[in-house]
């Protein structure tokens, strides 16, 4: 099993070496990387992204018009092409790995456990450990395959429960279908909310085979001012509606409840 790491990002210059550097300075190397510039217009961003993957060994796509994480996140996943066992890793470029042991930590529960997919708690400012944790989801919501429904709800205390890190095997990846999964019903990308639009379907289809992990293994940037969740309000919420009124996917096993984990030892 590789980590295939997919590192996107537009316009967020100023955070984008220590993103890239907490990626580098992981323990574990059994990893590759695709990192996209998504047409930045801070033309230093691209740059050093290009350099930083030469150096590194790691794949470079510098798009010429804005796509958005979530095409960024197929083009990169088919560059690296991963084999099934193989683990997809998302990392904003303005966010970064908590630690050089993120990945092997993640390993661990992957060989223990087996998971299809893991979602984790994050610390929202890097200057500030504050956990936001993650939150078992309810046994309820896992056997009647509710996610969507379940995400819906119009709960601005509480408005998602599966955050970073985020990761899922290929295989899970592999059977979403972006025309459905990823696309408003006139063909054209999601351009936020990447997020939920991989988590809930991969989540439906994996049957109850995810876990949430109870490590801090991402450091998650609130005060980009170019942040989706500034700029791009209107975006999000055309983008959450079409994708919480997609019918929910088939499972692919009988449904089960995962374990509840502690700190893993």
Not at 57 to 81: C, D, K, P
Not at 217 to 238: A, K, Q
Request: charged share 25%; glycine share 2%; aromatic share 12%.
């Amino acid at each position: 099993m590789r980590f295939k790491i997919v590192l996107t990002g537009r316009d967020c210059f100023q955070f984008v070496p220590r993103s890239l550097e907490s990626v580098a300075a992981q323990v574990d190397e059994a990893f590759d990387v695709c990192i996209i510039d998504d047409a930045s217009t801070d033309l230093r961003q691209a740059d050093f992204m290009e350099a930083f993957c030469r150096n590194a060994g790691w794949q470079f796509i510098r798009n010429e018009t804005h796509q958005g994480a979530l095409y960024n996140h197929v083009a990169a996943v088919n560059v690296m092409s991963p084999e099934p066992e193989d683990v997809i890793v998302s990392v904003d470029a303005d966010d970064r790995l908590s630690h050089p042991q993120a990945l092997t930590t993640v390993r661990a529960y992957y060989d223990r456990y087996q998971p299809m997919l893991t979602y984790g708690s994050y610390v929202p400012d890097p200057d500030d450990w504050r956990v936001m944790p993650a939150k078992h989801l309810p046994d309820e919501v896992i056997l009647a395959n509710a996610y969507r429904a379940f995400s819906a709800r119009d709960d601005d205390d509480d408005p998602i429960w599966f955050n970073h890190l985020r990761t899922l095997k290929h295989d899970l990846f592999s059977r979403l279908d972006p025309a459905v999964d990823f696309m408003h019903m006139d063909g054209s990308w999601f351009k936020t909310c990447y997020d939920l639009a991989i988590t809930i379907p991969a989540l439906e289809l994996a049957s109850g085979r995810h876990l949430m992990l109870p490590d801090v293994l991402y450091l998650y940037t609130r005060n980009n001012p170019l942040s989706d969740c500034y700029v791009n309000t209107h975006s999000i919420e055309g983008d959450k509606a079409r994708i919480f009124s997609i019918p929910p996917k088939t499972p692919l096993f009988d449904i089960l409840v995962p374990p509840r984990l502690e700190a893993f030892a």
